[in-house]
């Protein structure tokens, strides 16, 4: 089929765009900017006056929660809601039950996604088997299932031998190691930041130096080791410090920040809202506003949803019991443009780190309207002003500390593959 | 954000927090304990304020003392009270808390005395029920004991009569002790000029400067020219954790001994919401001293516990 988007504001970093005009689609493929080419006929028309029109995000880190939690959330309702937040293509964690650690499990899941055809979907690996963090896994095989790095979700890796020897073995292959900075021991019960609140709340905290520690000894390993390593879901200054000085030595690392992280600190835990239980947690106004500067200046590379729905037999529950995780595949966008606007950062970057940065830290297609580019588009309203209704959300998990909150952005469109998926 | 214990004309609808709560909430509380303290000496140990109304004792967590002091009260306002102890029953089998909660409140429960090991827990209940059910939290993991701290509050003013000159020193497990908690955020709503914390860091939670606490690792510092001493219960299973090497090392620098005891004024009260661990945090010398407090609070216990009911319930 081929497509005319015309007259949106065409917005692309790596295209070098941020100008109104047309984008033809021809075969699943970005074939021209502006000017139509030699006998092309464009069978629809999009009008994307007074739009944004920007590549397909790609969230780094969507929980879908197949196989193993159809009760929390199914594969058709999140990739649903991922089209309708503008998301193309999603990287998956591996802790599914059974967790992604075989490749009969991989190939079965990209099998599903691909016959609901819908958003691109690329599973990290686990890194050991079952996450337990003791036996490595069949990273090629793997790997030529399909899964596109490989990780320990959120389950630590307590022993430093075996993290050590993932990654040389990772190396061997060029894979990338993503890991969540957060030392086991000092995180240990934790259910809060450790400040002020969690004192006073009566929470169990998670100090910063969960994850300082954690960093130094992931750096100190890839000094000696020299894997790639991708660090999930940055949580503190000191963190984003570290990870600045990492980055200027020249070490292989990128990270990555969930969107809720650049809004709300402990303070919004409120009188024990679960809609707050995320891990990693909120921290303080010092590390908010540091965690956006690194992600304004490239430090953190890529902003991702973090999405996690849980249900509410989970979710409704004092707050020490309660599961964390949010929904975020609908609001990733507008919390990544209003954070932006807050923070006096082009729109055109804040797209960036969840297009083209986060393509780079994926490896995988997309992520830019680049002629050539496979036809993964978004496209929305910089001006639309919505209310977050839990209820009205398409995705299962209607967790999200953003309930009735208003934010501006809404998509209106979305193209997988040059296809209109959404819209 | 709203303050969750408070109806829309600012009126105690919960009681859950000592935190937040106005001044003359507290003091209200402890004039009214007052007026039920002479009920407990007479004959007829009843007076009708609650007559009609259920009060249900929900305790997902063990207690003897605060549960029967409840109990007691309620049924001197002549309310029907309702004993559950929900660790044996319906949680057990799988029930939520939220279940649990909607099928007592079809049995026409008014009012609720939780306690749970969760912190948070009652906040939970109390944006739950509707809004002809009184929450009472009689207990939340770390978080608060808001009875508790009302009673010790009762007592302190008993003795002292003002808290605008006092200083008050809250001694031992503070991370883990909701009293504390409650103790801190109690008196500094009172007025109390200087609260102060004594303890070793394992055992002080973060952030106890912002509460307006002053704090001190070494007891002998932190007792000199204290009012009053409220010394905390420590539980056995510190000593794993790695918080404390011995019950002993800490009794020998945390325990209150006679002769750290004269490093407070001469006339300073000694306060210990029990159950005492003797030769742990407190040395029996002091523990049945002159100065020292702990099994007169029993007569007030009830007539505080009855005054919160009857502010919250009795309209």
Known sequence: MTIMISNGRLVDVAAGLDRVGHLHVDGGRVVAIDALPSGFVAERVIDAS?????????????RLREPGFEYKATLESEMQAALAGGVTSLV?????????????????????????????LYPLGALTVGLKGEVLTEMAELAEAGCVGFSQANEALVDTQVMARAMQYARSFGFTVWLRPQDSFLARGGVAHSGPVSGRLGLSGVPVSAETVALHTIFELIRSNGCRIHLCRLSSAAGVELVRLAKREGLPVTADVAVHHLHLTDVDIGYFDTSCRVEPPFRSQRDREALGAALADGTIDAVCSDHTPVDDDAKL????????GVTGLELLLPLALSWAQRAGVPMATAIARMTTDAARIAGCEGGS??????ADVCLFDPQAHWVVSPATLRSQGHHTPFAQRELQGRVRATLVGGRVAFG | MRNPQLNDHGELQHLLSIEGLPRDIITHIMDTASSFLEVSDREVKKVPLLRGKSVFNLFFENSTRTRTTFEIAATRLSADVVNLDVRTSSTSKGESLLDTIDNLAAM???????????????????SHVGPDINVINAGDGRHAHPTQGLLDMYTIRHFKKDFSNLTVAVVGDILHSRVARSDIHALT????????????????????EQMGVRVFTDMREGLKGVDVIMMLRLQNERMRGALLPSAQEFFKHYGLTAEKLALAKPDAIVMHPGPMNRGVEIESAVADGPQSDILKQVTSWIAVRMAVLGVLGGG
Not at chain 1, 50 to 62: F, K, N
Not at chain 1, 369 to 374: E, M, P, Q, Y
């Open chain 1, 50 to 62: 007074g739009l944004v029109v920007c590549p397909g995000l790609i969230d780094l880190s969507a």
């Open chain 1, 369 to 374: 309207l680049a002629v050539g580019s496979i």
């Open chain 2, 108 to 126: 026409h429960a008014d009012m609720f005395v939780v306690r749970h090991a969760q912190s948070g827990a009652p906040y939970m209940i109390a």
């Open chain 1, 317 to 324: 529950l004092p707050f020490g019991e309660a599961e964390p």
């Open chain 2, 189 to 208: 709503s009172l007025g109390v000029p200087e609260v102060r914390a004594i303890g070793p860091l394992t055992l002080l939670p973060p952030g106890l």
């Open chain 1, 92 to 120: 998956c964690p591996p802790d599914t039950d059974p967790v992604l650690d075989e490749p009969g499990l991989v190939e079965m899941l990209k099998h599903r996604a691909r016959s609901l055809d819908q958003a691109h």
